[in-house]
Structure formats: C-alpha cells, structure tokens
C-alpha cells in the first residue's frame, strides 16, 4: 500500500525558510519520479518540483526557481523541499505526489 507522509510545514515571516520532507513506503521509491505541488486557496493545484529517480532530472516551477530546492535521499525513502525567500504567495497546501498517489498535505503559511 502506498503511503507519501509530508511534514515540515508551519507558518513562517516573509523572507523565511522552511524545510519539507516527504517519506514514501509501499513502492520502491528509487524507481520513481517525486513531485511536489502545491494548492493555494481558491486556486489549482500547481507542479512546484519534480526530481528524476536517481536526482539527475530535477524542474521547477517558474514562481519558485532560485527559491526552492528539491532533493532527495532514497536510502531514506524520502523527497525534500527546501525552500528558502518564502513569499506570502507561497502560502499553500503543499503535497508530494508519485504516479497516481497523493499526500494529504502539509499547510505552509507565509505572514508577518
């Protein structure tokens, strides 16, 4: 059974960071394209990132290139999200998404 748990997200200044984590059971995660997207209120779900299985692919959205860092350590079994200058239009939740199966999402807010 495939599980995709995220954590990590928090409320957070402008100008601030934060680190998410996506740890995957029920699949062999080395195999696998990780994504990470995200969904503000009112709005559709978005790709911010996605990183090939082995980390030599990686793409990011437009909104957050030079911000935000994908990675991933599939010892582990787990996708990250580094991102750094958070914006209050960062304000979303974000999910991390392989294949067919989703998260259930971790709320990341962005305010002073």
């Known amino acids: 059974q495939v599980q995709l748990v995220e954590s990590g997200g928090g409320l957070v200044q402008p100008g601030g960071s934060l680190r998410l984590s996506c740890a995957a059971s029920?699949?062999?995660?080395?195999?696998?394209?990780m994504r990470w997207y995200r969904q503000a209120p009112g709005k559709e779900r978005e790709l911010v990132a996605d990183?090939?299985?082995?980390?030599?692919?990686?793409n990011y959205a437009a909104s957050v290139k030079g911000r935000f860092t994908i990675s991933r350590d599939n010892a582990k079994n787990t996708v990250y999200l580094q991102m750094n200058s958070l914006k209050p239009e960062d304000t979303a939740v974000y999910y991390c998404?392989?294949?067919?199966?989703w998260g259930q999402g971790t709320q990341v807010t962005v305010s002073s």
């Open positions: 029920g699949f062999t995660f080395s195999r696998f394209i």
């Open positions: 998404h392989v294949g067919s199966y």
């Open positions: 990183i090939s299985s082995y980390g030599g692919r990686i």
